[in-house]
């Protein structure tokens, strides 16, 4: 197993970090990926090799993917394409920037770095492309709109992308979460400050009890794992000759895979309203 090559963008913290350890451990050569300087120290001191990424940046992009090649002799046998946040905010709120904001990390950033490196993998025959999608790619909560709509388009677009690479040798996972430990609240926490909504807005309540719930200690909800759940199933996507479509990681993503299908909008919708909170503390 020493022979592959992985990247794994959003290695900061979480999920990345952790799955970038983990897959080191097990003989991978793992470029991670980070914006921050101290954050790329640190990987490498970990023995990854840090990779400085903005996907909000299309040079970046570049520069990264072509250094990444060019230290493998112009291979690449899988991308984790991990890196992303949530933009808290009702849908009424959230401004244009702001969602733009949102989808260039999400989406946009993320679809250009993988289009990079289908060439790579088609040349070669073979190749792993993993996407950390969420429940919330699945089902909808409220005052997550901005995050909801990059998390739909993203599975919407890993799943034409796996139909068109058929036969390709190349395989497309949806890696789908739920509630983990990481910095993801914190990360929130900072966008909402980035994007804060008009004072006069209709959800002032709401956003007091979300602020309180992004800034509160311990896990966010019920059923949250560590992020070692995730590397299981990443391993699995990875190195399974067949891997699956999707991994769904926590009970919830479970649950609600089954609720979206079995029950009526309405029901759904209450039961949703309920799980995301609906502004209480």
Known sequence: MNDKTILVTGCSSGIG????????ARGWRVFASARRPADLERLNADGLEGLSLDLRDSASIQTAAA???????????????????????AVEDISRAA?????????FGTHELTNRFVPIMR?????????????????????????????????????????ELAGTGIHVCLIEPGPILSRFRDNAHAAYGRHPPEETSPHREQYAAMESRLTKAGPAAPFTLPPEAVLKRVVHALESPRPRA???????????AALRRALPARALDALLRRAGGEGRR
């Open 67 to 89: 250094e990444l090649l060019d230290k493998t002799g112009g291979r690449l046998d899988a991308l984790f394409n991990n890196a992303g946040y949530g933009q808290p905010g």
């Open 123 to 163: 040349r070669q025959g073979h190749g792993r492309i993993l996407y950390t999608s969420s429940v919330l790619g699945l089902v909808a909560f409220p005052y997550r709109g901005a995050y909801v709509a990059s998390k739909f388009a993203l599975e919407g677009l890993a799943d034409t992308l796996r139909l």
């Open 99 to 107: 969602l733009r904001e949102q989808f260039e990390t999400n989406l």
């Open 17 to 24: 970090h952790c799955v970038a350890r983990g897959l080191r």
């Open 246 to 256: 999707r991994y769904p990681v926590t009970l919830p993503t479970y649950l609600f």
